[in-house]
Each structure stands twice: as C-alpha cells, then as structure tokens.
T-cell receptor
Framework: DAGVIQSPRHEVTEMGQEVTLRCKPI?????LFWYRQTMMRGLELLIY????????DSGMPEDRFSAKMPNASFSTLKIQPSEPRDSAVYFC????????????FGPGTRLTVT | AQSVTQLDSQVPVFEEAPVELRCNYS??????LFWYVQYPNQGLQLLLK??????LVKGINGFEAEFNKSQTSFHLRKPSVHISDTAEYFC???????????FGAGTRLTVKP
C-alpha cells in the first residue's frame, strides 16, 4: 500500500493567492482528517470526514479555509486568500471508521506564504 | 470531550539512559490511547496503542507504555535510548465510540552522545 499521499510537498506562495492542498487516503479507509502543525500551536485538527461527509469542522480557523471530499479517494484543503500566518505544515491522515483504530499520516505539505 | 496533557515539552537525555515521557488524559468515558513519533520533516508514525487488556503495551523500537486508569496516565518508557530516538513524541486519545483523536502538544526527546 502506498500510504496516504499528499501533494504538493512544498508550496511557496504570495499573500492573497489561493492555495489548494491535496490528499489521497489509503484505499478502504473511510475517515479522513486534516491537521495543521506550527511551532506556536502544535498539531491542530482542522476538519474530519466520515464517508466523505464533514463531521467536525470546528477547527477550521476562519472562512478563508475550506475543505472538500468529493469521493472516497480524494480530498482538498483550500485557503483563499492566503496570509503569512497560514504558513505551517499541513497533514492529512486517514483511518478505517472504527473506534480504536489508529490514524495513518501523510508526509505533509509545507506551506510558506510570503 | 477528551483531552491530553503532555507534561514535558522537552526531555534531554544521554545515550543509553532510560527515559520516560509523561502523558495524562481526561475523558468521561472509556478511551483508547496512542503514542506517535515524528522524525524531522516526516509525518507521525504509530509507536504503540492501548485498546484493552494488559495495561502494559509494547511497541516498536523498544518502547513501551503503561495505562493507569486511576491516575489517567499513559506514560511512555524506554530502558535505553539511542541517538536515533531523537524525535517529537505525541500522546493521543480517542473515546470508545468514535475515531475522533485528540493529540497532546508533543514532547521533544533529544538524545545526546
């Protein structure tokens, strides 16, 4: 199994631009999670989906952030417009929808907004 | 909702010394507990997990953790650390009826020669 795939691995953009991060979960996993990691705030859960449906988006910082999961094998996290304070590493993770099952993390996307 | 507290943000130790990374959780229901490791520029990897049964759980790379329900703790231990164990370690908790996982702030373990 290829594991969770994220693209791009690195993204550098200017303030005000739209940024789209992509994630392909492990096949057969029906829960998908987006996290943001910074030195100041640590690892934050932004949103998670079960069976392609958003369950909890209370961690999404503001309306500039949006996430979609159009099918079981693909999800996007979009920031529009981006700001320097959005600079962070964004992780996607997936798991079977089973209580007690661990989450499998992708390698992350390092976003730098200048 | 469940929460996790990692009591030490940084733990420096010398190579071949024992180490304990502390984790306490809070929840009103039964929980599952996890330890993850993050090496530089990588995602998180599972070290070990506690679901039920024996309170002493063994994981990869010689790590183990003990679930203590009365103290609501799940401390991670290794009897002899290596330079390669230098990494960030995260404790996480999920409740028995869902897979929403909450992570602690992390503990940076630095192993010195």
């Amino acid at each position: 199994d290829a594991g969770v795939i994220q693209s791009p691995r690195h993204e550098v953009t200017e303030m005000g631009q739209e940024v789209t991060l992509r994630c392909k979960p492990i096949s057969g996993h029906n829960s998908l999670f987006w996290y943001r990691q910074t030195m100041m705030r640590g690892l934050e859960l932004l949103i998670y989906f079960n069976n392609n449906v958003p369950i909890d988006d209370s961690g999404m910082p503001e309306d500039r952030f949006s996430a979609k999961m159009p099918n079981a094998s693909f999800s996007t996290l979009k920031i529009q417009p981006s700001e320097p304070r959005d600079s962070a590493v964004y992780f996607c993770a997936s798991s079977p929808r089973l209580a007690g099952h661990e989450q499998y993390f992708g390698p992350g996307t390092r976003l730098t907004v200048t | 909702a469940q929460s996790v507290t990692q009591l030490d943000s940084q733990v420096p130790v010398f190579e071949e010394a024992p180490v304990e990374l502390r984790c306490n959780y809070s929840s009103s229901v039964s929980v599952y507990l996890f330890w993850y490791v993050q090496y530089p520029n990588q995602g998180l990897q599972l070290l070990l997990k506690y679901l039920s049964g024996s309170t002493l759980v063994k994981g990869i790379n010689g790590f183990e953790a003990e679930f203590n329900k009365s103290q609501t703790s799940f401390h991670l231990r290794k009897p002899s650390v290596h330079i390669s164990d230098t990494a960030e370690y995260f404790c996480a908790v999920s409740e028995w009826n869902n897979n929403d996982m909450r992570f602690g702030a992390g503990t940076r373990l630095t192993v010195k020669p």
